[in-house]
């Protein structure tokens, strides 16, 4: 059993719709990240967590410590939006668990 | 400031064979983690690299071997290679506490 666990694995959206992809994880952590992997493979990190709130633009990532849970965000989503969003968690000893992964589709 | 490179972008090997693969650091930077990452699955993490010193080491065996440059820019060797080793390799480099800065991997194929 991953200790990351991600929902939705794909997820489907038109155009200007609100996107939620949601995260938890089984033990305590130092921080969460959450990255944008295009295909090709390059990764970019959108947010690093370690409590609160984070938006940079359309994208807000969201964290509750207690409940071991963390929410990513995208607000009016387009086409390029289009990607695998996946949530890491950074553990103490300098490990970092990845999710699987949620494959987000765009239609314009 | 440079972000994260890394090379080759694509290689192929024959198993049995040994491979090292480079990964330069985001200027500033002192940390640098390698991930694999198989085919639809989420990275795995391999180990971490923090001034020269293995800082850390993922559920890899010891034919996986790192290093890390006084530039902080690092190598990952594999040993004896392994069809299963086939899968797109990461570095990401940090100065912690920031954020992790990643590179766009090197596919590896072993046939």
């Known amino acids: 059993k991953n200790e990351v666990e991600q929902s939705p694995q794909n997820l489907t959206a038109q155009e200007g719709e609100f996107i939620t992809i949601n995260c938890s994880y089984s033990v305590g952590i130092s921080a969460l990240h959450w990255l944008q992997q295009h295909p090709g493979g390059g990764i970019v990190s959108l947010f690093m967590l370690s409590s609160g709130k984070k938006k940079h633009g359309r994208l807000i990532a969201t964290i509750n410590i207690q409940e071991k849970h963390s929410s990513l965000h995208i607000t009016a989503s387009h086409p390029r939006d289009s990607a695998v969003y996946i949530c890491a968690a950074l553990y103490n000893n300098n490990d970092m668990r990845f999710g699987a992964g949620t494959r987000l589709t765009v239609k314009p | 400031e440079t972000g994260v490179t890394q090379s080759p972008t694509h290689l192929i090997k024959t198993r049995g064979q040994q491979v090292t693969l480079r990964c330069s650091s985001q200027s500033g930077h002192n940390t640098v983690s390698w991930y694999q990452q198989a085919l639809g699955q989420g990275p795995q993490f391999i180990f971490q690299y923090y001034r020269e010193e293995e800082n850390g080491r993922g559920n890899f065996p010891p034919r996986f071997s790192g290093l890390q440059f006084p530039n902080y820019s690092s190598e990952l060797n594999v040993n004896a290679l392994e069809l299963d080793d086939s899968a797109l390799y990461l570095c990401?480099?940090?100065?912690?506490?920031?954020?992790?800065?990643f590179g766009s991997g090197t596919r590896l194929t072993v046939v």
């Open positions: 990401a480099s940090s100065n912690p506490p920031t954020g992790y800065t």
